[in-house]
């Protein structure tokens, strides 16, 4: 089992910046990847990030590419997403998620999530 708690949200003006935590507990996070996905107003969950388990590999969504940074440290057992240039669109309820599966950019390929943290970014 691995529980996940996100921090870090909260609201911010268009243009500033906002950096995630997920803090992971239980076995083997060194041995996840680990994802950030986000669920916005009347939308359906989508991808946003993802970090595989060494940490040499990221994958973003086009729409965050060039403005999100995702991170881990496996020493800490967390993983972060440091989100800069946020605009409104980006308004919605991030989720960190773990996962054992080759695939990272789906929902699906994930075991574990946490409740979530508001990111509401004004215009």
């Known amino acids: 089992q691995v529980q996940l708690v996100e921090s870090g949200g909260g609201l911010v003006q268009a243009g500033g910046s906002l950096r995630l935590s997920c803090a992971a507990s239980?076995?083997?996070?060194?041995?996840?990847?680990m994802g950030w996905f986000r669920q916005g107003p009347g939308k359906e969950r989508e991808f946003v990030a993802a970090i595989r388990r060494s940490g040499g590999s990221t994958y973003y969504a086009d729409s965050v590419k060039g403005r999100f940074t995702i991170s881990r440290d496996n020493a800490k057992n967390t993983v972060s997403l440091q989100m800069n240039n946020l605009k409104p669109e980006d308004t919605a309820v991030y989720y960190c998620?773990?996962?054992?599966?080759?695939?990272?950019?789906?929902?699906?390929?994930?075991?574990?999530w946490g409740q979530g943290t508001q990111v509401t970014v004004s215009s």
């Open positions: 998620a773990a996962g054992s599966s080759i695939v990272v950019t789906m929902s699906m390929s994930y075991d574990y």
């Open positions: 239980g076995r083997a996070f060194s041995m996840r990847q």
